[in-house]
């Protein structure tokens, strides 16, 4: 986006991707000023990483009216090392997450315009949040007993901006629907065992799931609904929207979502990563139900949040070790980015047909010298991927660790392991396993590889 920006030739059509466009809008503007999309990027995830602590706190504060409680909460995130892994990084995480809490908070302040504002931002950056479409309007009603049609409109209008980004750029406003479709297609060809729910493959993936929400966080969820039903039952005022209702409001739309669409099989994995923002929305619930547990007389209560507690504190170490790993690891894409950067450099008009986005983000080459399986006209068959390297004049290939979506990777699934033939390999993967590699089209040759 950046380099259309800088050439002027960005229109509405270019925020059409399989990613919903937002975080990577705003870097491109930022990155107009600072010509360093890559640092851009994270610095954006970091502020975004910042600003949760901050509203964690807050949310947590007017749970509880305990500040000692309410910066435990902002505490533990902060010093989470999956959350921080994920503050150091490029992705859409953060920044949703803080939009997704922001949303909260302001329902809880009872800035019920901004609020929907920041939620229909965060409908621009995942899909998920498109359940605020329902979420948002619901709680209003529940809070101030009067049918919400304004802020509905302007949730609304996230979800409905995607579509007409998609209509002006495919034609369809269903553009983007259908390309996940066909990734999910593409996967379960490559992964035929993702297509049944096995035990033992949704134990995996709840695993990772609780391993980015926490033990003690979906604890201190549960714990809350049950004291939120005590309260409507001892009040006798079913469905009212107090404070603890709202937080646990959104963070069951956001634990169902993921449960709905795996379930239902649109969404064949779970990641750890998914879990970041229930961590977020849950932990001042659980600041909540310590302080209902601790203010109790129940000896076994007490016991029990201990114990849970314990048990998310061995959580961060194990994620501690993770984040030790993450930042000590040089990365492939870094390694491939700049060899690519001296290729660059020794000619200008090299082209490159690249399916990993974080290789051209960091290589800093103009966007015009990259093609990938979503460029236009990329045929499907070998013969044509091949007619049309050589007819774009693209010498260089980078593969991705994930083949799902990569037409090299489904062409030549030999890659791997071949060396000869069509293909030289330049940075191939350490073993037989997938990885990031890079390979060179050799010249005047014909012959079939992989």
């Known amino acids: 986006m950046r380099w259309k920006m800088a050439a002027g030739t960005f229109s509405v059509a270019d925020l059409f991707g399989f990613w919903l466009p937002l975080y990577q809008f705003v870097c491109s503007i930022f990155s107009l000023i600072v010509n360093q999309p890559v640092y851009v990027s994270k610095l954006v995830s970091a502020v975004a990483g910042t600003g949760i602590c901050i509203l964690v706190y807050l949310c947590a504060n007017i749970l509880t009216s305990n500040q000692k409680l309410s910066l435990a909460a902002a505490l533990a995130i902060a010093l989470n090392a999956f959350h921080i892994q994920y503050s150091m990084s490029a992705m859409t995480d953060m920044p949703h997450a803080l ?19 920041l939620g229909a931002a965060a409908c621009l950056i995942r899909l998920e949040s498109w359940t605020l479409i329902a979420v948002f309007p619901t709680v209003e009603y529940l809070r101030r007993r009067k049918v919400p049609i304004l802020n509905t409109l302007i949730i609304a209008t996230g979800p409905a901006f995607w579509l007409f980004i998609c209509w002006i750029a495919k034609g369809t406003p269903f553009a983007s629907f259908q390309a996940q479709r066909q990734y999910m297609l593409s996967r379960l060809a490559a992964h035929p065992e993702f297509g049944q729910l096995t035990f033992d493959r949704m134990l995996i993936d709840a695993n990772r799931l609780l391993y980015g929400v926490n033990v003690a966080v979906l604890a201190g969820c549960i714990v809350g609904l049950v004291l939120l039903v005590r309260q409507w039952q001892k009040k006798r005022e079913w469905l009212k929207a107090t404070d603890l209702m709202v937080c646990l409001t959104f963070f069951s739309a956001y634990l169902g979502f993921i449960a709905l669409a795996y379930l239902s099989k649109k969404q064949s994995d779970i990641w750890p990563r998914y879990g970041l923002v229930m961590f977020a929305l849950g932990l001042p619930v659980l600041a909540y139900s310590a302080r209902q547990i601790l203010r ?22 194990t994620q501690g070790e993770d984040l030790a790993r993450f930042v000590t ?15 660059y450099v020794a000619d200008p008009s090299i082209k490159i047909f690249c399916d990993s986005p974080e290789v051209r983000i960091i290589s800093g080459i103009p966007g015009e010298h990259y093609y990938h399986s979503f460029s236009e006209g990329v045929p499907k068959d070998r013969e044509g991927f091949l007619g049309f390297l050589r007819q774009n004049g693209i010498t260089l290939l980078v593969v991705p ?4 979506t990569s037409t090299p990777s489904q062409l030549y699934p030999g890659l791997v392991k071949e060396t000869g033939g069509i293909f030289e390999s330049i940075i191939p993967p350490p073993d037989d396993r997938r990885a990031d590699s890079l390979y060179r089209l050799r010249p005047n040759t014909s012959s079939p590889a992989g």
């Open 99 to 117: 939009l997704v809490m922001g949303c909260m908070y302001f329902v809880l302040t009872g800035k019920w315009t901004l609020a929907a504002c």
């Open 296 to 317: 109790s007389s129940s000896v076994l209560a007490k016991g029990g949040l201990a114990f849970v507690l314990v048990l998310g504190l061995l959580q961060f170490r």
């Open 329 to 343: 690891q040089k990365t492939r894409p870094e390694i491939i980015a700049n060899y690519l950067r001296q290729e």
């Open 401 to 404: 660790e994930e083949t799902e």
